[in-house]
């Protein structure tokens, strides 16, 4: 029996919509992605997951230490709520949170925020008590640079070991505690192996890269002394990044979740265990049937990549005029045809956090069996942009 099929017979009879974990394909896809990281801990992302019964299923499994989190306010919700070595990997102009942090002494303790250039540093120090001894990450930039192109996302001006420096020195004279630094390499970890041209700069950037973390570390504990967290990788370069004596540690959480966008990697294929299932509520034709809401689309470039795909049953596709729909999605194959009212359609989402944006709760299957539920970020009340 298909995976979808054994998710079908474990929630027979619950009512569509509804999201579900599978917990033995998450427990798996943890233990491919310690594997992989060759005995270097990880970093959860918590953007990935988003739901703080599976942040804290990672975290017991040997080989993860420590939460990468996206919002300072999520970061001091999870801090209140007993977790530990809290990174905020993106830099925040949050001023009521920077208070709060700057109050608490165990966020002060136990969190890190991301900051990339003098005018975070000065916008801190605007922002925050006189002496309040926050705790940054420096992000430098890991993108890989071919004459005038820019392979990578764009997220910090930094690049060189002098500037890193010199920010780590700024940082310093303005009360802060630089404690790491940040690479993250999307060119590599974000990216399906598509094309030979795509395996070219994968390799061409982690040869750059590991260059210049090494030097970049060296430039800016010269200055600080030693770093506690020098952070780079994600889910697609584990294998790759953690193979680099300059870090200390990785970061992944997608790979956990196995959203659609991590199907072609030619090193890996993480199993779905996150799926949401929608049920039948018309029949336009023969061929074709419509189910309630779907249009749940992921962040990113807009295209087909960033639509959810249907995963159960087999032999069904999107109408291209239509798509996924606000409040409904028709769907054309051979497959309906064997489907009723009240039928259930099981998808996957593209990117592996932003489906718990869409449900209060995840249904827990393990063994082809319900076994809980747990509520998501979303359902505990909690948004973070």
Do not use: C
């Amino acid at each position: 029996m298909s995976t979808a099929a054994t998710w079908d017979r474990a929630t027979k009879g619950r009512s569509a919509p509804f999201a579900v974990v599978d917990l033995d394909a998450f427990d798996a896809n943890a233990d491919d992605l310690v594997r992989r990281a060759g005995g270097t801990p990880i970093r959860v992302a918590s953007k990935s997951i988003r739901v703080r019964h599976l942040l804290g299923r990672a975290l017991a499994r040997e080989g993860f230490a420590g939460v990468m989190a996206y919002a300072l306010p999520e970061a001091l919700w999870l801090v209140e709520a007993g977790h530990t070595d809290v990174f905020v990997a993106y830099p925040t102009a949050d001023r009521e949170a920077l208070a709060r942090l700057a109050a608490d002494e165990r966020a002060l303790a136990e969190i890190a925020i991301a900051v990339d250039s003098v005018e975070h540093v000065e916008a801190l120090r605007r922002w925050l008590p006189t002496g309040a001894p926050v705790r940054v990450v420096i992000d430098v930039d890991a993108s890989l640079r071919v004459g005038p192109a820019h392979l990578g996302v764009r997220r910090s001006p930094l690049r060189s070991p002098r500037q890193a420096a010199a920010l780590a020195t700024a940082a310093d004279r303005a009360g802060l505690r630089v404690v790491g630094l940040m690479f993250y390499d999307a060119q590599i970890a974000g990216l399906p192996d598509s094309s030979p041209a795509i395996r070219l700069v994968k390799r061409r950037s982690d040869a750059s890269l590991r260059r210049r973390r090494s030097a970049v570390r060296a430039a800016v504990e010269y200055v600080i002394g030693p770093l506690t967290i020098v952070n780079g990788g994600g889910t697609g370069s584990l294998h790759v990044t953690g193979a680099d004596p300059a870090l200390t540690e990785l970061a992944a959480g997608s790979g956990l979740i196995g959203p659609t966008l991590f199907d072609g990697y030619d090193d890996f294929t993480p199993q779905p265990a996150v799926a949401f299932a929608l049920p039948v509520v018309r029949r336009p034709g023969r061929r074709i049937v419509t189910v309630f809401s779907g249009g749940y689309i992921a962040s990113g470039p807009a295209g087909d990549s960033r639509v959810p795909s249907v995963h159960h049953p087999e032999g069904l596709s999107m109408i291209g005029t239509e798509g996924a729909g606000e409040v409904q999605t028709p769907l054309r194959g051979k497959a309906a045809r064997s489907l009723a009212v009240g039928d259930k359609v099981w998808f996957r989402h593209a990117k592996a956090g932003e489906l718990a944006e869409r449900f209060d709760e995840y249904v827990v299957i393990s063994g082809g069996e319900v076994v809980d539920v747990v509520p998501t970020y979303r359902g505990e009340g909690r948004t973070f942009g």
